[in-house]
């Protein structure tokens, strides 16, 4: 007979070792998971700050209406507002444009512009953009009197998100987000 010691000692060595080994199995799972969300939590910060960055940047178009030089105006508002953990530079282009009542751009009523370049700017920072093709929207052209009516005019950002963590490694995410505002009248 053995010593009731000796067989206690045996099932907790065993249990411990099952536990191990469970453990082991769990944990790349777990750590899969975890990356996960890590991964989900960066990416849905900065589509927050891409849609922080579009309001203020259609917040400052309704503000300038349409005198010559609202465009920086706009591009100016939305760098600002892009904050950390945006990385300025993935910013693929930055679209102003006359909207519909659906929030939808009307027709080539649009001016596009692609990051790289300086714009020029009178009384703000220059901007590092440059506009692509010609202006579809002219700044002068939008109508800001209640005589005439009042556009609707909208900002489009478009942001290449890069994975940071082993589970998204190596993809780029399209964060794209708009937002419309009516200009506000001119007296």
């Known amino acids: 007979m053995k010593h009731p010691t000796v067989r206690l000692w045996?099932?907790?060595d065993a249990a411990s070792g099952q536990s191990l080994v469970e453990f082991a199995l769990t944990l790349?799972?777990?750590?899969?998971?975890?990356?996960?969300?890590?991964?989900?939590?960066?990416?849905?910060?900065n589509l927050l700050t891409v849609q922080f960055a579009a309001r203020q940047g259609v917040s400052a178009a309704a503000q300038a209406g349409g005198v010559d030089g609202a465009d920086c105006?706009?591009?100016?508002?939305?760098?600002?507002a892009l904050a950390t953990p945006v990385d300025r530079t993935d910013i693929d282009r930055i679209e102003i444009f006359r909207s519909d009542t659906n929030g939808d751009p009307i027709g080539t009523e649009m001016?596009?512009?692609?990051?790289?370049?300086?714009?020029?700017?009178?009384?703000?920072?220059?901007?590092?953009?440059?506009?692509?093709?010609?202006?579809?929207?002219?700044?002068?052209?939008?109508?800001?009197?209640?005589s005439e009516g009042l556009d609707i005019v909208g900002v489009r950002i478009h942001?290449?998100?890069?994975?940071?963590?082993?589970?998204?490694?190596?993809?780029?995410?399209?964060?794209?987000?708009a937002a419309t505002l009516r200009v506000e009248p001119k007296q």
């Open 28 to 45: 790349p799972i777990f750590s899969l998971v975890l990356m996960g969300v890590i991964e989900f939590g960066f990416l849905y910060n």
């Open 111 to 146: 001016n596009v512009y692609t990051r790289g370049g300086t714009l020029t700017c009178v009384g703000i920072v220059d901007q590092p953009y440059t506009l692509s093709g010609s202006e579809g929207y002219p700044q002068v052209a939008r109508k800001d009197a209640l």
């Open 159 to 177: 942001y290449d998100y890069h994975a940071i963590t082993p589970v998204g490694a190596g993809r780029t995410w399209d964060l794209t987000d």
């Open 73 to 80: 105006s706009i591009l100016n508002a939305v760098e600002i």
């Open 10 to 12: 045996r099932r907790r």
